[in-house]
């Protein structure tokens, strides 16, 4: 009883190389600290989202000068790097099932694959910015302006920075040091990723697909 | 850390800082991820932070004395009044509750420590940086003291820089030192829930918690929620003044109401977060010294979750005087009237505890009942503003700083000192001082009393809050004068508690508290005092709530206490045991990195300035990486070596 390690990390080196696997830290509710953690985490975050949306749908048609959304959306285009986002999630479920299986080859494609997926997203992101801009919508443009560019903007930073996890976690497999026993960071990574993806539909659908009422120049 | 081999470990250390591996001196308090030592960090900065706002307010009572004060001038004023709030609610009562539960949760749930030790650290370290980033405001030449008061309501605070209403940078620093302090107060959400959920001793199920963890559960769950909300607020803010976007600007359709919304949605659960722990405080103290366990148990832990629930729903309250439509302030004042109901409930709850109880009057003892009285009054002023009409001649008079004193000073603070008088001799090993003690309670109580009664009075006489300065003859100036000495018999009596402390505690004057000085009734009690480094040599099996009064006490036949023969303190075998084998998380000194990160970046923010967000950005990564490749734990060998617990006394 007196030696049960009660509290370090899950998943930490120390305890990886005995029989100390993951049974040695059975949790009350049966979730291991980290993913309760990012779930909690990710809750958290959806308020986050969820104020910016519901700024977003407050101000939407209000505005009477500068470009709006109808003149300036091209739906194609962002279906398609929204697909694009999409299938970033079907490519880091594989990466989890391949690392559950150990086959760290393909964990190191998929993650790359994931990655340059949603790098492609951001891509499209970017080019979309440029494009708005050029056409006359900054952030002091008009209520449509601040608010499509914070929200998304914040959506953008938050892909960015899983980019920056999935491609640190493929430098790590890269360097072998991402084995089956750990396949629960590739887990939360998921998770933190699919949040994000989920995120992303509400915004589009919000934001490019319900029809704007009103400001008839946009 | 050079008894650690391995040829596979070795290249990649090489990148990073040495292991720290002290358990004493200033480096190892910087390192440390002892949730017991992370608690006292967390609780000398808040009451740091206690005596800085406290200064902050007698200032701004040398100002009100008298009609016609000249002690400072009216933007000064504007600064006091916001860095007081701010610093009251931000850098005091959250860290304070925060500091409180890093020490007891873990132990009270029979837990080693918790979730996320260096998670801990690193949001302790944020609050630390995020307190010096708002106070670096000061700093001749910065000309950006936050002024545009706790809440910092638009348009005042956004308008742009250029055409600002409120020259210099101060609502810049203000935003964005509340988002850090935000960031820091989530990890720490965080963390909470997951330890109290995951980490809970066998057998100690959810509602054999004492009442104190389950009020930090339900603090965390509106912390987590209630943070993101004021950050989206905030960017709001920061960006409207800085990048030109237009979310509260009403010439482009924005609409300044917005902000209130959104801050409000924020705001009401916080002051459940600022009271929920002083109420969970009372609740331990109270039993132990009426030696009868608390009356209604599972009512009292509900009606904190229904608060907790019914905390978002009456956020309007704050802003009856705003216009909104007839039915939705019907809404409001109805569902604010209905939050007073577990509210009550819980007096109840406290005085039936007491009621016929074998009462010990110690000093924790005392602010604890101080708690209760002093709480409803504030809870009373507090139902009057729920009746609109009534609030509508009260809003933005000194009747509403009176309520939310008597909430936040008489029920956070009394609770708070009452938890020291409490806890402190399981931190330190020594009894504080109970004729000190008693000092300080009746010099707090009267004191408190003066300053803020009379602003009931000259509230409803039409006195607005926020006034720098007033006309004589307008039946204010004796109510006025009597305020400013009880603030001055407050500093006394603050002065008389850290007098308490340093002769007790640093002097060592204080007698020796052993394990149980209180005939307590809840795990920590059963450790040593101070707790070693591991908490618990076995962790407890946990059969019964009050599991430690039941080693203790048994009742006969007629429900009179009977000792048990082999109950105490002493019986308990924390001490034989050296905790050799137990392996803890071992010290680092990455969180502290990353955290230090944040501040290049505020000044980035505030300053447009790449320099600093390249600093930034660099320590920021650095701490991450270095952080991740960490191993949480060193490997067996140093257990030995370095980090053998410390002995017990
Ligand atoms: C040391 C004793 C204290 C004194 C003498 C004091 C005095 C005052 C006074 C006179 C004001 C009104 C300023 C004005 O409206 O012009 C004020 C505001 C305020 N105080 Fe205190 N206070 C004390 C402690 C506290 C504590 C313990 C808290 C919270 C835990 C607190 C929170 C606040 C807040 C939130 C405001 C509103 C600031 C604003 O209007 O933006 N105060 N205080
Ligand atoms: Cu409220």
Redesign the pocket.
Known sequence: MATIEQTTEIGAPANRGGSAGHDAHATATGVTNKKLGMWLFLASDCLFFGAFIATYLLYRGRDTVGPGPRLLFDIPFTSATSFILLMSSLTMVLALAAIQRGDERRLRIWLLATALLGATFIAGQVFEFTEFNREGLALDTNLFGSTFFILTGFHGAHVTAGIIWLMSLWGMASQGRLKQPDSEKIEIAGLYWHFVDVVWIVIFTVIYLVPQPGNPGG | MTTVSGAVTAPRRALLLRRPTKTTGAFSWLTTIDHKRIGIMYCSLSLLS?LV??LE??L??LQ?AGPNGTVVSAAQ?NEL??M??TT??FL??MPMAVGIANYFVPIMIGARDVAFPRLNAFGFYVVAVGAIFLYSSWIPGINGVPNG???GYTPLTDTPISAGFLPGRGPDFWSIGLIMLGIGSTTSAINFIVTILNLRAPGMTLMRMPVFVWMMLVVAFLTLFAMPIITVALIMVFFDRNYGTLFFQPAAGGDPLLYQHLFWLFGHPEVYI?ILPGMGIVSEILPVFSRKPLFGYAVVVFSGIAIGFLGWGVWAHHMFATGLSPVAISAFAVSTMLIAVPTGVKIFNWLSTVWRGAVRLTTAMLFALGFIAMFTIGGLSGVLHSVVPSDTQQTDTYFV?AH??YV??GG??LAVFGGFYYWLPKVFGRMLDERLGKWNFWTMLIGFNL?FFPMHFVGLYGMP???YRYDEGLGWDVWNQIETVG?FI?GVSTLIFLANVIVSIKFKRGAVAGNDPWDGRTLEWTTASPPPAYNFADVPEVEARDEFWHHKYTEDDEGRLMPLPSGGADAAPAEEKHGHGIHMPSPSIYPLVMALGLLPLGYAAVYHSFAWLGLGVLVLLFGMYAWAIEPATEPEPETVTGRTPEPVH
Do not use: D, E, K, N
């Open positions: 206690f706002g406290g307010a007698l701004i009572r009100l004023y009044f916001t007081h709030g009251m609610v005091m009562g008061g706790w809440f600022l700083v939310f004193h936040l000073f956070l603070m300053t809050r926020r006034t603030a407050i």
